[in-house]
């Protein structure tokens, strides 16, 4: 059902498209219809084509201009087919491109073919300039959105500070004024009165009770500063290039473990080199148009996979690695002290813990930042709470059991199976 | 004067108790040298690396534990080879095959689909295209070849072999042909590999 609605609504599209298409370009005789070849080209040829950039294989915009048309329907029915017979033209192609075998699609009846080189032929969409060049220029204005905020809470203090200079002279010459009218101000009282803080310091009760309120809200204050010191929840650095786990892990789910391979097997969870960017950015060169915030506009974004590549050392252009690369010096943010231990193949392959319940929400994270406190506190109370999965593991059946017995529960914490000695994290 | 004066402090007091956090610098800490490891860390910065980057490449020549050369070429025709004559050295097992699906879901899932019909998450949303299904008929996929991807990548796909081992690329590969055989409405790899097993020592004997 769901299949039929998608074809129905793409149907619908292409026939306003193949409409356009038409007006635009009546000199399209070849016949095809741009839709279905659209389609067809996203389904078949886009792995390895794409229109105006070289990719595994080469741009294909026009390529039917360039050829003759029984020729084409031969070559990408079976191309290798044609090289083998000797045909002098496929050869060249063959060789130009480094030699890449293109699949054979005997699948692709000639009308099949004729809509994909009508696509093809289809001219490039001229973006929508004036409306396009707005946004990305409202984009970039509202990029410092911290700016903009910290701008206005200066314009207030200043307003603040401008009338309080106002009151204070209006009071200066309102005085002068009073004076010159021949009033006087009295401190007839003042001699008389008992100055307060002296009337504080003869009663010793209020003595006593504010200092003790004094000690109290001071250690209140001083143990919150000092518990603080060496935690760095919150804590979320400028990053040599803007990676968004937002669009990564939440937008295109992409599995934490796929980037982050070696948390799997291995004490760190392993900042991901470049090749495991590589893999996918090769085919991106660029974010789509809906991938664009108003925070971070398009622009930023291409920008920040263009540091890629600057950093792997990938041409785009010319689609080859050109040997030249700089390292990317990435800010490190979670970091437990030397004195602790901690292995993360034992909480996400052995526990099992996934990996936001200590990292947060980073599939929701623009910018990376350090959920959690990672205190000794925060460990202990987490290995407290949580119950060990005991099931299938028979070569420990008997002492869980054992454990269970003495403790007297039926699921076992870490905490109960060692899991606060301080041996555990400290040697 | 003496009130302006107090006004002035209780500003900078104020000031300096909001203004101190910053999230964009860690926070200071007590002793940092109880903090801070004297040995090399991974990925830390010391000048003694070059580059300063103590991630680097292994050494030339040199392998890592448990590695297993893996003799193909990186070619059309290594391709060819390993998917005529290269066989899995693992046998076929259900448990094996349970951590192949797990793995597939974690790396090969967003493009290639659960069920391997090519219409992943990163497919549907257009950020990759032309993805072919498993039971593509113009496609010979089997188990060698489709180690022999996964270990050099192929056309748009990339290597995988940084991110998994030998052992873990060829769980894979079986969930992948089970994958492929469900597509097709056959049985699955663990049936045939047993009605294959059930044949060779039904004729072994004689």
Redesign the interface.
């Known amino acids: 059902m769901l299949v039929f609605l998608l074809t129905f609504s793409t149907t619908i599209y292409s026939q306003d498209e193949a409409a356009a298409a038409s007006q635009e370009a009546p000199a399209d005789a070849a016949g095809g219809d741009v839709a279905a070849g659209e389609s067809l080209f996203?389904?078949?040829?886009?792995?390895?084509h794409k229109l105006d950039k070289k990719?595994?294989g080469p741009a294909l915009r026009n390529v039917a201009d360039l050829f003759d048309k029984d020729w084409l329907h031969k070559w990408i029915k079976n191309s290798q087919g044609l090289i083998a017979s000797g045909d002098a033209q496929a050869n060249k192609i063959f060789e130009e491109n480094n030699?890449?075998?293109m699949?054979?699609?005997?699948?692709l009846s000639d009308e099949d073919i004729d809509n994909i080189l009508a696509y093809t032929s289809k001219p490039k969409a001229e973006p929508k300039a004036p409306v396009a060049d707005a946004a990305a220029a409202g984009g970039a204005s509202t990029g410092g959105g911290g700016v903009s905020n910290g701008l206005v809470l200066g314009a207030l203090a200043l307003i603040f500070l401008l009338l309080v200079i106002m009151l204070y002279l209006v009071t200066n010459t309102l005085k002068r004024i009073a004076e010159a009218n021949g009033v006087v101000y009295e401190k007839e009282e003042k001699e008389k009165r008992l100055p307060i803080w002296k009337a504080f310091v003869q009663n010793q009760f209020l003595v006593m009770v504010f200092s003790i309120v004094l000690i109290l809200v001071g250690s209140y204050f001083a143990y919150g500063y000092m518990m603080?010191?060496?935690?760095?929840q919150?804590?979320?650095?400028?990053q040599p290039i803007h990676y968004s786990h937002k669009i990564h892990a939440g937008?295109?789910?992409?599995?934490c473990?796929?980037c982050h391979?070696s948390a799997r097997k291995s004490?760190?969870s392993g900042?991901p080199?470049l090749?495991?960017c590589?893999?996918?950015h090769?085919?991106?060169s660029e974010v789509?148009e809906d991938t664009a915030t108003e925070e971070y506009s398009k622009e930023f974004y291409d920008g920040e996979i263009a540091k890629l590549y600057k950093a792997v050392g990938w041409d785009a252009e010319n689609q080859e690695y050109t040997g030249k690369t700089e390292?990317v010096?990435?800010v490190?943010i979670h970091?437990l002290?030397?004195?602790a231990y901690f292995n993360h193949s034992q909480h996400v392959t052995v526990a099992g813990v996934a990996c936001q319940t200590c990292h947060g929400e980073v599939e929701k994270m623009e910018v990376m930042?350090q959920f959690a406190p990672l205190t000794m506190g925060w460990c202990i109370s987490c290995h407290k709470e949580t119950n060990v999965n005991l099931a299938n593991n028979e070569y420990y059946a008997k002492i869980h059991e054992e454990l269970s017995k003495k403790y007297g529960v039926e699921k076992l914490t870490i905490a109960e199976l060692g899991g606060i000695e301080c041996g555990k994290c400290h040697y | 004067m003496k009130t302006l004066i107090n006004i002035g402090i209780a500003i900078i007091v104020s000031a300096s108790m909001v203004s101190c956090f910053n999230d964009k610098k860690p926070n200071y800490q007590y002793f940092p040298n109880m903090y801070e490891p004297v040995g090399y860390e991974t990925y830390g910065e010391y000048d003694i690396f070059p580059g300063q980057q103590e991630a680097m490449m292994p050494v030339e020549n040199t392998v890592p534990r448990g590695f297993v050369p893996y003799e193909y070429d990186d070619s059309t025709e290594g391709l060819e080879l390993a998917k005529a004559e290269l066989q899995s050295p693992y046998e076929v097992t259900e448990e094996n095959l349970a951590t192949g699906a797990h793995l597939y879901t974690i790396y090969c899932a967003v493009c290639h689909g659960d069920k391997g019909d090519g219409k992943g998450i990163l497919v549907t949303r257009e950020k990759f295209l032309g993805i072919p299904s498993y039971a593509d008929a113009g496609r010979n996929i089997v188990l060698g070849g489709i180690y022999h991807v996964e270990t050099y990548g192929l056309n748009a796909m990339g290597s995988y072999a940084s991110q998994t081992n030998e052992k873990e690329r060829w769980q894979i590969a079986m969930h992948v042909m089970d994958l492929k055989a469900s597509l097709k409405g056959e049985p699955g790899i663990l049936e045939t590999t047993k009605a294959e097993a059930n044949t060779a020592s039904e004729t072994e004997p004689k």
Do not use: H, L
């Open positions: 996203k389904a078949n040829c886009a792995a390895c990719a595994v030699k890449m075998i699949p054979p699609f005997p699948g603080q010191v060496g935690v760095d919150g804590y979320a650095p400028v937008d295109n789910q992409i599995d473990n796929f391979s004490k760190t900042i080199s090749n495991v590589m893999n996918c090769k085919n991106i789509a390292p010096k990435w490190r970091n002290p030397d004195f930042e």
